[in-house]
């Protein structure tokens, strides 16, 4: 956890040193080098093959996103390519978001699944299985039972990392933990006021690791978080059942993003240091934009979180993930979505999650399905996003009332929040290559104002969606002419 006087990347420096802590930067010698083994992998085992070829035409996956860990006989030339040993014959690499890769008496492809029994029930008749664990262990894991020079299995984790030693729970927790992520699934999310909220939060989280201990509590708690924003949003739902289908569930997740009034947010940031987040980096949009965020990385849970805020230029050198902030007459786009919807963790539920596919081909893929994206945000050969076309939800007609009274927004902006409704949420769709972790901050600050309430282009135009079609339009050709698998479609 962060000390008590902020994490060192928010301490107070000067704006440039205080913001580049964390330079990220693509790493592409890790990344050939993981290549490298997956191709050697996929020859060696035609049934591999074959299903990283499902995953790209079923949920536009690449086989990439989803691996947990690789074990190999071999371990040439990976210290070479910037990882190094972390123990037990494990190898991470610090600066790359990239599988980590344990010695082994035999090669070997695990994919991270929400759940090994769905995975199974979902591909049960293409081929045998073999089962190691129980239901609720911390570990579980499904090896595919074919003679093959390359094994492949899934896992399934709760708050443990994949290079951690392995760890036995009571049985009574176990079933606590059923317990604890009911409690989280059913929360109240509307109260009098944010503070009895956020006082209301703090209780159940403290009982909840009093329970199941902080790893397990917090794997729960974003298990609920997915659930409650899946529901309220069409393309997470349409997406979800495509992953599904193969009994993956959301196992290619990369962050979640809570939008904050300026108010709660330090309340926000320490209930997520209390399952155990560490703040990352930190982003400033600039002036005219007017808002930031805090980055924080669960690492036994694997669990990324872009918390954004309204902020000024001037509260840069202070520690404003942990300080608390003063309201402002008049709300950003970050203040004024959570005006209208609620805290991102009480009503509203998540902005987005951002999730790991082919980029190209989820586009495709999605708009098929009648699953519209917005224009790119960032297009770089190492990181490409884009929002699916936010959700538009209804909003409480006292909320457009007090904001018209606030002139937060105009009579026409009110009339049009009362017939339409705002947008809401998203899906986002992230591309990575080169093993970079990072974020594009020219990127998002652009789309951030694309998806302020109050900007009149929420909706993607006539010309947009023609010319989004017209781009995605050669992937749709090419994936009707795919071939046939041998695992059935």
Known sequence: MCPPDGCPENQ?????????????????????????????????????NDFSR????????????????????????????????????????????????????????????????????????????????????????????????????????????PTASSITIPAETRVKTLSVFDEFVNRERTFPSE???????????DQAILDVGQELACDAFFRAERSYWQSRNRAAQVQYMRQQSLGLGWGNHDHHTYRSSRTSFHRLIAVFEQFGFQCR???????????????????????????????????????????????????GTIGLWCALHGEAVFQAGMHHLECQFDFDLARAQLLKQKVRCMPPFTETPY?????????????????????????????EQAQRFLAEGAIGSHLEI??????????????????IKRTDPRAFGDDLSPQQIIGQILDVNESVADLEDSSEFILGD
């Open 383 to 411: 990181l490409q996003q884009c929002f699916t076309e936010g959700e538009r939800w209804a909003v409480a007609p006292y909320k457009i009332t007090r904001a018209l009274e606030n002139n937060w927004i105009t009579d």
């Open 195 to 205: 503070e009895h909220g956020f006082d209301a939060l703090t209780r159940l989280v």
């Open 54 to 161: 499902l995953l790209n035409s079923r949920v536009s996956g690449r086989l990439i996103d989803w691996i947990d860990h690789l074990e190999l006989q071999s371990l040439s030339g990976i210290e070479e390519s910037g990882y190094r040993e972390v123990g037990n014959d494990w190898y991470t690499h610090s600066g790359a978001l990239l599988p980590p890769v344990q010695y082994g008496h035999r090669d070997n492809v695990y994919l991270k699944v929400d759940s090994v029994t769905d995975f199974v029930a979902a591909n049960r008749w293409r081929f045998p299985f073999r089962l190691h664990g129980g239901p609720l262990d911390p570990v579980r894991s499904a090896t595919i039972e074919l003679d093959a020079p390359a094994g492949l299995g899934v896992v399934e984790r709760h708050g443990i990392s």
């Open 430 to 447: 992230l591309e990575r290559n080169d093993g970079y972790r990072g974020f594009n901050q020219s990127g998002i600050n652009d789309i």
């Open 12 to 48: 107070a420096l000067s704006t440039h040193q205080s913001l580049s802590n964390h330079q990220w930067k693509p790493e592409p010698e890790a990344a050939e080098w993981i290549g490298l083994q997956l191709t050697r992998l996929c020859h060696n085992n035609p049934l591999l």
């Open 281 to 331: 980096e930190r982003f400033y949009a600039g002036a005219e934009a007017g808002w930031g965020a805090q980055v924080l990385e669960h690492g036994p849970c694997g669990i990324v979180i872009f918390a954004d805020v309204d902020l000024s230029a001037s509260e840069l050198s202070n520690d404003f993930a942990h300080q608390p902030l003063d309201e402002t007459d008049t709300p």
